[in-house]
């Protein structure tokens, strides 16, 4: 068997959980370039959803005849929903592994709101010693928070923010009851749940149900007292539609890990949007835990996959 293994993350530890299964047959890459020149004797492909560029998907699509598997090294996968993989070829992606730091990220995020942190923030920098904004501050103790997409991050998500004592609202595209929600909807019914959310935190994958899926109509839906967290895909959250709502008070402030476009130029009036809180694309990342856990997931996928076994953390593209 032969696999090709592209990681910008925790590349050292996915090289010693693959190598002593496959010895000689895995190569490690970098670049778009390199990917490409590898794929024709790949029966598996090991790479993170945003090096599965049109090129790359290209390639694969032209000239990689024994390609039966490809392992995401990441949740998200809207690069392969876009482009696509050969029939047959089975995508797998990280499944529950990062669904803990992402959703700690997020539960951060809503905290920091909550209590005001940006304005206390921005008057330490100041230098100023100013209690009001604490007349303000929130708690998710009773709390109704909207938890858009409940896949693996999502739940957790809930699970977090129930032991705070918060009413979660799970929005999926089925709208399923689930024990971590105390009410479900379809995603359809999204513009009935807006209005009596406290909060809202999208979690939900890219495709185009997703695209812009919060706008100005959605943003003006919302109470002015809502906060909104977003650590899921840039493009469900209209940008320009998001800054106009905080500066000119439509909801009460945001928190970003991702952005429209990313990264986000220095120009972009986002910037300087009040009551944001920005991050580079970072919810994932928590120390050697996180890429162990990662690569304990390729792993045991690659020894199911040689075994002719069911794989898991299968997507549906």
Known sequence: ????????????????????????????????????EAVPEADALFLTDFLYTE??????????PRLKWMQ???????????????????????????APPVATHAVMFLLALQRQLPLFMDQQNRRVWDRSPGARSRIPDQAT???????HIGREIARLLRAFGARVIAV??????????????????????????????????????TLGLIGARELNACKRSAFL?????????????????????????AALDVTDPEPLPKDHPLWGAPNLMLTPHTSGACGPLGTQRMAAVAEDNLKRFMRGDTLTNIVTL
């Open 1 to 36: 068997m032969r696999a090709v293994l592209s990681a910008t993350l925790a590349k050292a530890d996915f090289i010693a959980r693959l190598q002593p299964i496959l010895g000689d047959g895995l190569k490690v890459v970098e670049g778009e370039p390199a990917i490409i």
């Open 55 to 64: 090129k790359v998907a290209a390639a694969v699509h032209a000239a990689a």
């Open 72 to 98: 995401l090294l990441t949740a998200g996968y809207d690069s392969a929903k876009q482009f696509g993989v050969p029939a047959g070829a089975v995508v797998t992606n990280m499944g529950a592994a990062l």
């Open 145 to 151: 928070v909207a938890v858009i997409g409940f896949g």
């Open 172 to 209: 999926s595209r089925s709208g399923a009851p689930h024990e971590l929600a105390d009410e479900a909807v379809p995603i359809s019914k999204l513009m009935d749940v807006l209005p009596r959310a406290d909060a809202i935190m999208i979690a939900v994958p890219l495709d185009p149900t």
């Open 229 to 253: 967290v977003n650590i899921a895909r840039g493009p469900i959250v209209d940008s320009l539609a998001l800054t106009n709502a905080l500066v000119e008070g439509v909801i009460a402030g």
